[in-house]
Structures are given as structure tokens and as C-alpha cells.
């Protein structure tokens, strides 16, 4: 793997607010980033870290977007000049994804930077191998699943040999095999091209031993932290916990956030299946056939690789997808107007029975601040303008939006848009809750909160359908598993 000489980064108290925001995204930052150095790049959800990579890329745009201040250089040089020297992978691997192809897709940086196309498929091959997406290069890239696409967007940066290398909590959404790929791959493309790597994690014990430095942003400006990743974890351990810093080594005590209590089996379903057939477009089968039953008031989780058919599952149980064959049904007491079916029930019947938040939160976001998103399924329910907003209140306090009340959900961070979604869903006080990833992106303080909301609904009688890869979620609030295997439906009760 050739590349050009590694990047080095300057940044002089550089800010930047975004327009009709009163806040700064980030502001007062301070560092110099070496050529070649590799840095873990931390901080509370909403403290600025996604901007500040943006910043980086040059990808922030002018006045009409936001105000800077302060400097920030790449090479001595304004970011958005340099270009073709940084690669950044996006937080959304949706917004990465260019062409209908797989390889055509990987092969779309290259080609803009003039590689000589003979030397263009050994790249694509090269950078597919390095992230572990063993799929055909004619694969068409919307048939792949969301951890799937975080690869494709890794593998098309890596195939350009970028200078400085961006990656923006490029795990997330990706199984254990899938982050042990990740990781291996970019830790062989810097080790190949000498590239300045900068990652927001968090999952930091992924990325430690691979780092030379740990910058960790303060939510209210400047710095919390900023050396080596023994010095960082070592002297900062405390401030870094309390600030929503996931720090290696530092697990969650299991007083604070107790198990969930295992459901006997005498306790009647909420959602069974028998002989289901799973598909996105309702001819092509996905995966199936499947035998599975969801208990009542229980918290059950659904386990597996990447590409398995787990976010297809949950749509299909949650109503919003139809059988190919067989038949998802509900509990007697549930049943709307057409029957037991949930893939018959209206939107409004959905509403008060089965509340889905999708892998991508942004698909759910109806309102133009969190405060009215909030209130818009107590309001279709019938609830008042004082109770709605009420709902809406307890719960932006208690996930820690409540100074966003009156921002746009499209304006948030990539943490703070999943505890909005989730939110969206408690608010409607549905009898079932299928949730897909509900903890991605999350800080520390973020995802105790987050799993403490959902261990009070099971506690309330709720069901609980969680789709995850975060092994915390299955332990704390996994009384019941689904795991899907390449091959094979198990199910199992949770370790």
C-alpha cells in the first residue's frame, strides 16, 4: 500500500457554531497533531467530536452553515484545500455509500483522484479484504446491512491512501468479528502508509494499544485531557467516567445496573412466529424458515453476525415489514381491528401497541424541535397539550437533552439522536418496544441511562425486542436471547 507522507493537524482555539445554533458544536480547541501520529479522540456525546473531525475534512462549509473561529490546518493549509490528503468515514455509513455497486463504490475515490485505472481494482480488492467485506464486487450496496456499509465506507477511504485518516466511530454498528476486522484492517493500513490516524470511539478498549495519544474534548470548551493513553486512563480515570468517558478496563458495577430478572417460561408471548419466512422487498427471502416466541413483560435480545437478517427480524415482528411466509402473531389482548397480524395493524393500532426505533434514527424524526418530536405520540394518542409536554420534559431530562429542548433533531450529535429516537418511542407508552442498536454511539452517562428507561418499562410490563452487538445490553437487560446464525435460529436464555 503506497500512500503520500502522513498529514500533520494544528489547531489554535479553534470553534465552530452552527447557524441558528446558539451554542458552539466545539470551541476553544488547542493541539498539534505530528505527521503519523495515532490519536483516540474522546469525549461526552454533543461535546464537538464529529464537528472537529469535519473540520479536519473541510467539510464544514462557509458563513451560510456556521461561523469558525480561531484556526485549524492540515499541512499548514486551510482543511478544505487538502482534500485529496484526508479520507474521513462518516458516522452514517448511509451518507458514504456513492454508487449501486460494491466495487464500483470502493473504486469512486481512486477514480477522482486520477489513479491510473489499471491500478484501481488491485486497490478495491486490497481495501475489501482489509475491512473484512467478504461479498462480490457486483454486490448491489443497498442490500447490504448497516455494519455491512460501515466496511464499504471504510474500505472506499482506505482504497484512496489518504494522508490523514478520519474514522468516526467506524464499529459502531458491526458485530465482534466485524470490529476485530475493522480494527485489523486500519491498524495494517497505517502500519502500510505511515498514515496520521484520528478515531472517536467509544470503545476505547479497542483502540488503546493501537494509539500513541488520547485528546479527550470538554463539553464546555477546550480540553478535559490530552497525552498518552496510559497517562489519559491512568491520572484522569474519575473525571473521565464522570464526564461520559468509557474508559478501558472500567466496567459497569452490576449494583448499578442489576441484570434483568429472567422470565419462567410459564409466562404467556407477546409476538410468536412459525414458519417465518423474513424479506425486505416482499419477494426475495432474506432468511427463514424461523420458529420464535417473545415473552410478555420480559426484555429479550436479538444476538448475531452482521448480515444475518437481525434488523429485517425486528422490523418483521414489529409489524412494519410483512411475512414472506408464515405468520408473525400477537397476543390475544393486543389484537387490532384485522386480527393477531401486527403486519395488518394501522399506523394509529402500531402506535399503542408495538413502538419501533430503527437502526437509523433519523428515518423517525417527524418535528422541528426534540420538545414537539417528543410530544407527537401522546398528542396522536389523545393526551393534552400539558400532558404531552410533560412526558416530553421528564424524559429530556432524564436522557440528558434537556438544554436542546428547542433544537432541531437533525441538528444533533450522532448519541444524542439515538436517545431522542428511543425517546420518541417511550413517549407513546407502547405494550411492545422493538428496538434496533438502542444503544450505539453512546457515552457512559448516555448508555446507563439509556438501559436504566428500558429496565423500568420491563419493570412496568413492557416488552422489550432489543436487536444489539453491545455485549453490556445483553447482560443487563437480556432476560431472554434470539441469536441469529449464518445458518440457524437459537434460542437461548441470556449468559
Known sequence: MGSGAPAGVVAAGWGWRYAGRRAPAVRDVTFTIEPGERVLLLGASGAGKST??????????????????????????????????????????????????????VAFGPENLGIPPADIPARVAEALDAVGLDVPPDRATKALSGGQKQRLALAG?????????????????????????????????????????????????????????????????????????????????????????WVP?????????????????????????????????????????????????????????????????????????????????????LAGRTGRRPSRWTSRELLTRIGTVFQEPEHQFLARTLREELAVGPRALGRSRAEAD??????????????????????????????????????????????????????RRGWIELVRLLQEEVARGTTVVAVTHDQGVVRHLGGHRIELLPRAVVPEAAA
Open 52 to 105: 472537529l473531525l469535519a473540520g479536519m475534512a473541510g467539510l464544514l462549509g462557509g458563513a451560510d452553515e456556521g461561523e469558525a473561529s480561531g484556526s485549524l490546518r492540515v499541512d499548514g493549509a486551510p482543511p478544505e484545500t487538502q482534500r485529496g490528503r484526508v479520507g474521513l468515514v462518516l458516522q452514517d455509513p448511509d451518507a458514504g455509500v456513492v454508487l449501486s455497486r460494491v466495487g464500483d463504490d
Open 157 to 245: 477511504v482506505l482504497a484512496m491512501r489518504p494522508g490523514l485518516l478520519l474514522l468516526d466511530e467506524p464499529t459502531a454498528n458491526l458485530d465482534p468479528d466485524g470490529v476485530a476486522d475493522v480494527r485489523a484492517g486500519v491498524e495494517r493500513a497505517v502500519a502500510a502508509t505511515g498514515a496520521t490516524l484520528v478515531v472517536i470511539e467509544h470503545r476505547t478498549e479497542v483502540w488503546a494499544d493501537l494509539m500513541t495519544r488520547v485528546i479527550v474534548l470538554d463539553a464546555a470548551g477546550g480540553l478535559l485531557a490530552d497525552g498518552t493513553p496510559a497517562a489519559v486512563f491512568g491520572a484522569h480515570r474519575a473525571a473521565l467516567a464522570e464526564a461520559g468517558v
Open 249 to 333: 478496563g472500567d466496567d459497569l458495577p452490576v449494583p448499578v445496573l442489576p441484570a434483568a430478572a429472567s422470565v419462567p417460561s410459564s409466562v404467556p408471548h407477546a409476538l410468536a412466529a412459525d414458519g417465518l419466512m423474513l424479506s425486505r422487498d416482499g419477494r426475495t427471502p432474506v432468511r427463514g424458515p424461523l420458529d420464535l416466541t417473545v415473552l410478555r413483560g420480559s426484555a429479550t435480545v436479538v444476538t448475531g453476525p452482521n448480515g444475518v437478517g437481525k434488523s429485517t427480524l425486528a422490523l418483521t415482528l414489529a409489524g412494519l415489514l410483512p411475512e414472506l411466509a408464515g405468520e408473525v402473531i400477537a397476543a390475544p389482548d
Open 390 to 443: 410533560a412526558v416530553a420534559d421528564e424524559l429530556l431530562e432524564r436522557l440528558h437533552l434537556a438544554p436542546l429542548a428547542l433544537a432541531n433533531p437533525f441538528t444533533l450529535s450522532g448519541g444524542q439522536k439515538r436517545r431522542l429516537s428511543v425517546a420518541t418511542v417511550l413517549a407513546a407508552a407502547p405494550a411492545v418496544i422493538v428496538l434496533d442498536e438502542p444503544t450505539f454511539g453512546q457515552d
